[in-house]
């Protein structure tokens, strides 16, 4: 129980008293990053530039001028975001060595609040997985195989088992970001999230994972998977942190023509003490097949949990939900496929030395560039914007995703303020087991329960619940209605105090433990 | 030999006279230095997105209006895909489901038997006008086997005019695009000079029997002058009906015109039919255009598109120009389509008449046959004519004024021409050239011609 208040640092109020000061706070988040090199979750480290932040952060300090809240913050940022000066390279041959000339808007945002970027993290291919095992550098592991608390439990296992064959995978696609802020690497991490790419690494990884409302948070400069689902994740060890990230990112770009014209006022959020006027929905779909008995248990004591505080729990019905993978499926590859036409090797990225004709160039360099996975989806994709193909698929898809996204209106329609679901079916598997099965599969499986909500637009939060049997993280999602993060994260907030999810025991954190490095450990920055 | 009608219709992309690109903030500007003028959006740097330019949209909206189209409230973008080295995002960002204006049309003149003195009006109908991206452009180096690549283009707003096939012949083509080109440039929404590439012309050309359904059609591109679209158009069709008469068939085929040989020949097969794997453009909402009645109060104004605004301050289309002309100076239809047709001239026969007491229906007169007809031997613009309306005037007012004859104001516009800064006056002491007007000297005069010439006087008194 780490989340008492006593234990809880806040390294925000440490660095502004000079107990720690941002050279220390970011040395010490690059060592840890040095020593746990094996997780795999970083591709890029950018140690010169961080340091540089950190003491630009440091000087702020000692004249007594902060910029704010994350000022001198280590933070880290999935690479499908662009970032000027570090390579961004989406984990594909297509893009390694590519050095864009532009900030993405969230990372310039970040860093004009004085936020110190520590480098760029692994992921699936173009965000293209639910494991993040299928990137060019290889997969990354969960913090958690590594734990006291699952090596405790894997006791029970053939002693001449390798912990070497036992890891377990992150979730994806955001997992390199899971996993840095899961092992105490950074205090906060971007991700993304199309079909539950930042929720699903959260729920392995036993962090806050947050999926915003499309269109409060500007895409500019991220690297599109779905234009019309995909948003700017954000993943923190706390629901107060991830208030804090939303608020410095959140916010109309005028760069970016789908974010919305409101604006946007960051919030604090309030320690909420009654639930009795709260009204939470438990979808009956969200019951689906595959969904491990633990899981099952764990959402329902969570909603006798919300019953017993004297809120309002009932059961509800979103019909569509069985259709959302098939629907999504159609609208992901359509748009994949077009927004991978750009990647010819000729204005950016990888080219290949086949130079016979433009045509032979185009060819080889995808070949080349893409995976089996990307290219997979290309050619899935073309298929369903064939001019005979399109009214019976793309046009389908396109109404069936409104009927999903109806079934959530009317649900918040009919009194529901959120919704109480579980985000994965079972805790993290290992790599060795999940890797028998291909990656289309895969992400047909897992996506099942954080989709939707990308085909509505609307936002989601895993909230890290509770350890599995296997000593392994389950985590809970709560949905909310478009735009009411301050509902959605408030109630998360109350959940979360409620269940007081344990704090990760990782070696190498431990070994790195001593006074100043308190804060490392800390829950929350803010 | 039964008689064959033809049926052409028209593709036009005007480019948009604007600051910056249709969705990105980069110059739009004419032979710039390669690659100079290209943004992170153009270049389709991942990650970028488009912002539509607002600007862009009221010259599509001012197009719409000035050609009777309804210009829809809502339209929509949509991504044509295709790979090609000068199209950098694999896509280009066009509106082919619901288009900026739909079902206009244009009036336009024509001479019939090529004889000035009557103009018949025909109308062709405007299927549509869409707003798209320019791509950039490609030049093959062969001798290096290498394709070069400009972007400097790529990304350039567009406004694609499609005219119905209400048009039956090379004349009708050229007359219509003309009067085209005049209400762009009179709006400003596009310079539409074909020499730089800002209006661009394919022709669809088909033929048939009277009474048959239409032919096949082909496509007919690279036509670089409107004189060339009217060959082009003309060869095509006498090809049609050469090769039909001949018992071969049509292909449903892109042809160039080849301007040298005078003839279209087929472009290379890009492997058959293309689809073109349309999809809605997700980075773009809908786009919302208002008027007076739709147009919420509380909305910010610079946000907003306004087609009724639009539509007060439209100019005088060259329709109204001309007929004022008329109507105000008293010339003859056909006059105010030459003065319209060249550049400046309008602004040079209102200046002479403002400053001469010359009628303006005799003064047309000077214009269009002395002043025109020398500029075109010359090949010089109104711009860069010698004579100034300051000194025509002066010199018409001279005649005017009966101060010289007709014939020797020709003489003296002769000389002016040679643009030696001498004023009529001058010339005309010069040369003598003065009207007499003593009756008493002009008895003199006669006399010596009568008493120098006894014999032929005898042989006229005699009859």
Redesign the interface.
């Known amino acids: 129980g780490c989340l008492e208040k006593g234990m809880r640092l806040q390294v925000s109020a440490a660095l502004k008293e000079g107990q720690v000061t941002p050279t220390q706070l970011c040395q010490r988040c690059l060592a840890l990053i040095r020593s746990t090199k094996f997780l795999n979750a970083y591709i890029t480290v950018a140690e010169e530039s961080a340091l540089k932040q950190a003491e630009e952060s440091e000087k702020r300090y000692r004249r007594g001028q902060p910029l704010g809240v994350l000022d001198g913050i280590p933070i880290s940022v999935k690479d499908n975001f662009n970032t000027t000066g570090i390579e961004t390279t989406c984990a594909s041959n297509m893009l390694k060595g590519y050095i864009s000339p532009y900030n993405a808007t969230v990372v310039q945002k970040l860093l004009d609040q004085g936020a110190v970027l520590l480098g760029k993290t692994n992921l699936d291919e173009f965000a293209m997985g639910s494991g993040s095992t299928d990137g060019v550098f290889g997969p990354v592991r969960n913090p958690w195989s590594y734990s006291r608390q699952y090596k405790e439990k894997s006791v029970s296992k053939s002693l001449s088992e390798d912990e070497e064959s036992n890891w377990v995978i992150t979730g994806g696609s955001s997992g390199g970001s899971a996993a840095a802020v899961s092992s105490f690497t950074c205090f906060a991490a971007l991700g993304s999230d199309t079909g539950g790419s930042t929720r699903n690494p959260a729920a392995h990884c036993g962090v806050v994972g947050l999926k915003p409302t499309y269109g409060l948070i500007s895409r500019h400069g991220l690297i599109p998977l779905v234009n019309s689902m995909d948003v700017p994740g954000i993943l923190t060890r706390c629901v107060d942190d991830a208030a804090v990230v939303l608020g410095s990112v959140a916010g109309h770009d005028p760069k970016d023509s789908t974010t919305i014209q409101d604006n946007f006022k960051p919030f604090e959020l309030p320690d909420l003490t009654d639930v009795s006027k709260l009204s939470i929905g438990i979808p009956k779909e969200y019951h689906a097949p595959g969904l491990s008995s633990e899981i099952l248990a764990l959402w329902s004591n969570a909603a006798d949990l919300f019953k017993n505080a004297g809120a309002k729990v009932i059961e509800v019905s979103l019909p569509h939900t069985r259709y959302s993978i098939v629907c999504y499926h159609v609208l992901c590859t359509a748009e994949v496929a077009s927004n991978m036409a750009r990647f010819d090797g000729l204005e950016y990225g990888h080219r290949s030395d086949m130079n016979e004709s433009t045509e032979s160039m185009y060819a080889a360099t995808r070949r080349e560039g893409f995976n089996d996975v990307v290219r997979g989806r290309i050619l899935s994709g073309n298929y369903f914007l064939l001019k005979q193909n399109y009214e019976n698929y793309f046009i389908k898809a396109q109404k069936v995703r409104r009927l999903i996204a109806s079934d959530f209106v009317k649900v918040f329609r009919s009194g529901v303020d959120i919704l109480l679901t579980p985000t994965t079916l079972s805790d993290a598997v290992p790599y060795m087991e999940f890797i028998k099965e291909d990656n289309r599969t895969r992400s047909t499986q897992d996506d099942i329960l954080t989709q939707a909500a990308n085909m509505a637009g609307l936002p989601a939060i895993n909230v890290p619940t509770a350890l599995s049997e296997r000593g392994l993280p389950i985590g809970l999602q709560f949905i909310g209605r478009s735009f009411q993060e301050k509902q959605l994260l408030t109630v998360a907030k109350w959940f979360e105090k409620q269940v007081k999810f344990p704090m990760i025991q990782l070696e190498e954190v431990k070994r790195l433990d001593h006074g100043v490095f308190q804060h490392q450990k800390s829950a929350s920055f803010s | 030999l039964a008689s064959w009608v033809a049926v052409v219709g028209l593709e036009i992309h005007a480019q948009i006279s604007s600051n910056s690109k249709l969705f990105s903030g980069s110059q739009v500007q004419f032979a710039a230095p390669p690659n100079s003028l290209v943004s ?1 959006f153009d ?10 330019n607002r600007r862009c949209v009221e010259a599509a909206v001012m197009t719409g209006l000035a050609l009777n189209c309804s210009i829809n409230k809502k339209s929509l973008f949509d ?1 044509k ?1 295709y ?3 000068d199209l ?4 280009q960002i066009t509106q082919q489901r619901v288009p900026i204006a739909v079902n206009g049309s244009l009036s336009y003149s024509l001479c019939i038997d090529n004889k000035m003195s009557q103009m018949v009006t025909k109308t062709v109908r405007i299927k549509q006008i869409q707003l798209e991206q320019d791509s950039g452009k490609s030049l093959h180096d062969d001798t290096r086997s290498q ?1 070069l ?1 400009d972007l400097n283009r790529a990304g350039v707003g567009l406004m694609e005019v499609v005219m119905e096939p209400d048009m039956c012949c090379g004349e009708e083509a050229a007359a219509a695009v003309r009067e085209l080109q005049l209400i762009l440039q009179t709006l400003g929404s596009s310079q539409a000079v074909m020499a730089e590439g800002q209006l661009r012309v394919d022709a669809n050309v088909s033929v048939h029997h009277p009474g048959d359904p239409y032919g096949v059609r082909t496509e007919v591109k690279n036509i670089n002058s409107i004189r060339f679209l009217a060959k082009a158009v003309d060869y095509e069709i006498q090809r049609q009906i050469e090769e039909l008469e001949n018992g071969g068939t049509i292909l449903n085929e892109t042809r160039a015109f080849d301007s040298r040989l005078g003839c279209t020949v087929p472009m290379r097969d890009k492997e058959g039919k293309q ?1 073109y ?3 809605p453009e ?4 809908p786009l919302i255009l208002y008027d007076a009645k739709s147009l919420p109060a509380n909305m910010n104004h610079q ?1 907003v598109v306004n087609i009724d605004l639009i539509r007060e301050r439209l100019p005088d289309l060259p329709s109204v120009k001309r007929a004022k002309l008329v109507e105000q100076y008293k010339i003859l239809p056909e006059h105010s389509f030459t003065l319209l047709n060249e550049e400046g001239l309008t602004e040079f026969f209102e200046n002479v008449v403002k400053q001469t007491q010359m009628k303006s229906r005799k003064v047309i007169g000077w214009i269009l046959n002395d002043l025109l007809s020398y500029l075109k031997q010359h090949s010089l613009t109104v711009k860069e004519s010698p004579v100034s309306s300051f000194l025509l005037a002066d010199l018409l007012n001279l005649l005017e004024k009966k101060e010289i004859s007709a014939a020797a104001a020709k003489q003296v516009l002769a000389e002016l021409w040679k643009g030696e800064g001498k004023t009529p006056l001058e010339i005309v002491k010069e040369k003598k050239l003065e009207l007499i007007q003593d009756q008493k000297e002009l008895e003199q005069i006669c006399q010596m011609v009568i008493d120098g010439h006894e014999n032929e006087v005898i042989m006229m008194v005699l009859g």
């Open positions: 992170f270049a389709s740097l991942p990650g970028t997105l488009p912002v539509l991504r895909h790979f090609y080295a950098p995002a694999g896509y394709t690549v689809d794997r349309f999809m997700p980075n773009l909402p946000q």
